[in-house]
């Protein structure tokens, strides 16, 4: 069963940076190849729908939300297994537990949850002014 796990998170005051990572595990013996996984990092606040931040797609090319386009940077390390994404200039909007997806399946749009089948168990962001 593949596994997404996400760190990296904490609480930072506002204009500072944090790294988040997503470490994936067990996606060889369940069929899964890691560099043809599309990834993607999303966000969610109590009581809001699930936001899509950044996705990086299987060659590597790479979307963002308007809201944090020229403030964070998301890529992916192959050789790790792993799924970074770089946040500066954090605002307390940037508030959220943020959560890292993957599919090996074509992902038409990338800001779209359901697009993703496998999902990490999140990491707390907290952003103060």
């Known amino acids: 069963q593949v596994q997404l796990v996400e760190s990296g998170g904490g609480s930072v005051q506002a204009g500072g940076s944090l790294r988040l990572s997503c470490l994936a595990s067990g996606y060889t013996a369940s069929g899964y190849t890691y560099n043809k996984l599309n990834m993607a990092w999303f966000r969610q606040t109590p009581g809001k729908e699930r936001e899509a931040v950044a996705a990086?797609?299987?060659?590597?090319?790479?979307s963002y939300a308007d809201s944090v386009k020229g403030r964070f940077t998301i890529s992916r390390d192959n050789a790790k297994s792993t799924l970074y994404l770089k946040m500066d200039s954090l605002k307390p909007d940037d508030t959220a537990v943020y959560y890292c997806?993957?599919?090996?399946?074509?992902?038409?749009?990338?800001?779209?949850?359901?697009?993703?089948?496998?999902w990490g168990q999140g990491t707390q962001v907290t952003v103060s002014s």
């Open positions: 990086v797609d299987r060659d590597g090319s790479t």
């Open positions: 997806a993957a599919d090996q399946s074509t992902v038409r749009e990338w800001y779209e949850d359901y697009e993703y089948r496998i």
